[in-house]
């Protein structure tokens, strides 16, 4: 976890850093064991076991079947305020409401979250055949439409944001860093990312990056679609909507 410099040492807490570290693991792994929460965070069992215990009894978190922890119900009336009040995803949400409705697919805000992206935002059209997407859904920066903000980080920064070894998810799923900053420079001078199947063999994704003032991808915009449906023509337009849309978000912010 990334953690604040130059902090105070008045104003620093290590038992609320402590929590806030095993809230963001256990939001990421659900089921994690009080073993491997403290082999993750470089704790010891007893000290972690007394940050458990005391957001289990905020309902924070909740002891799992499996016996590790889960996020509680508490934790629900948190995320549910976050969405309501990050600035960024309550400027995005009509933008991504009237994308969806002009694409008739399925919408998706990310943004990234160390060496992963976050789903923070989504818009899903009424037809019955549609892909569902899951506020909170996490992805690797290497597969999919994620890879659209990692190509517009700075370049120097993409060897130390990438794992030892990559995860398949599909026979698509780019596993050689090499091939990946190949593809990364052609996502960064085409603007866009068209993810064919790397992580869902049936599924499509359009993206672009949604920028800073200094040209860093902020998040990415993206549509996702069924392969089967989805002709380069649909591509085509589809990559004019997600410009279009990321523009708004862009002067919004």
């Known amino acids: 976890m990334e953690r604040a410099e130059n902090i105070n040492n008045s104003d620093y807490i290590q038992s609320v850093d402590l929590a806030i570290s095993i ?11 009080l073993s491997e929460t403290a082999r993750r965070l470089g704790e010891s069992k007893p000290r972690i076991l007394r940050s458990l215990r005391t957001m289990e009894r905020r309902s924070l978190l909740q002891k799992s079947e499996k ?4 996020l509680g119900t508490a934790m629900l009336v948190l995320g549910s ?7 960024l995803v309550k400027r995005a949400e009509p933008v991504l409401d009237q994308l969806a409705l002009k694409a008739n697919e399925t919408v998706q805000l990310r943004i990234r979250l160390n060496a992963e992206t976050l789903c ?3 818009a899903e059209p009424s037809r019955d055949l549609r892909v569902h997407a899951h506020i909170g859904k996490r992805r690797p920066l290497y597969a999919g439409s994620s890879k659209t903000i990692l190509a517009f980080l700075p370049e120097e920064s993409w060897d130390s944001l990438l794992p030892e070894s990559f995860t398949r998810f599909t026979a698509n799923t780019i596993t050689k860093k090499e091939r990946l900053f190949q593809e ?6 085409n603007g866009y990312c068209v993810s064919h199947g790397e992580v869902s063999d049936q599924l499509v994704a359009i993206s672009v990056p949604v920028c800073g003032f200094d040209g860093t991808a902020l998040a990415c915009l993206n549509i996702v679609a069924p392969s089967f449906r989805t002709e380069q023509a649909d591509i085509d337009r589809y990559r004019y909507l997600l410009r279009d849309a990321a523009r708004k978000i862009e002067r919004s912010i």
Do not use: M, P
Request: charged share 25%; glycine share 10%; aromatic share 4%.
């Open 23 to 33: 809230l963001i693991e256990i939001a990421g792994s659900a089921d994690i064991t």
């Open 120 to 122: 923070i935002a989504k």
């Open 184 to 189: 990364l420079r052609k996502i960064r001078a």
């Open 67 to 70: 016996g590790g922890y889960r």
């Open 81 to 87: 305020a976050a969405s309501t009040q990050v600035d």
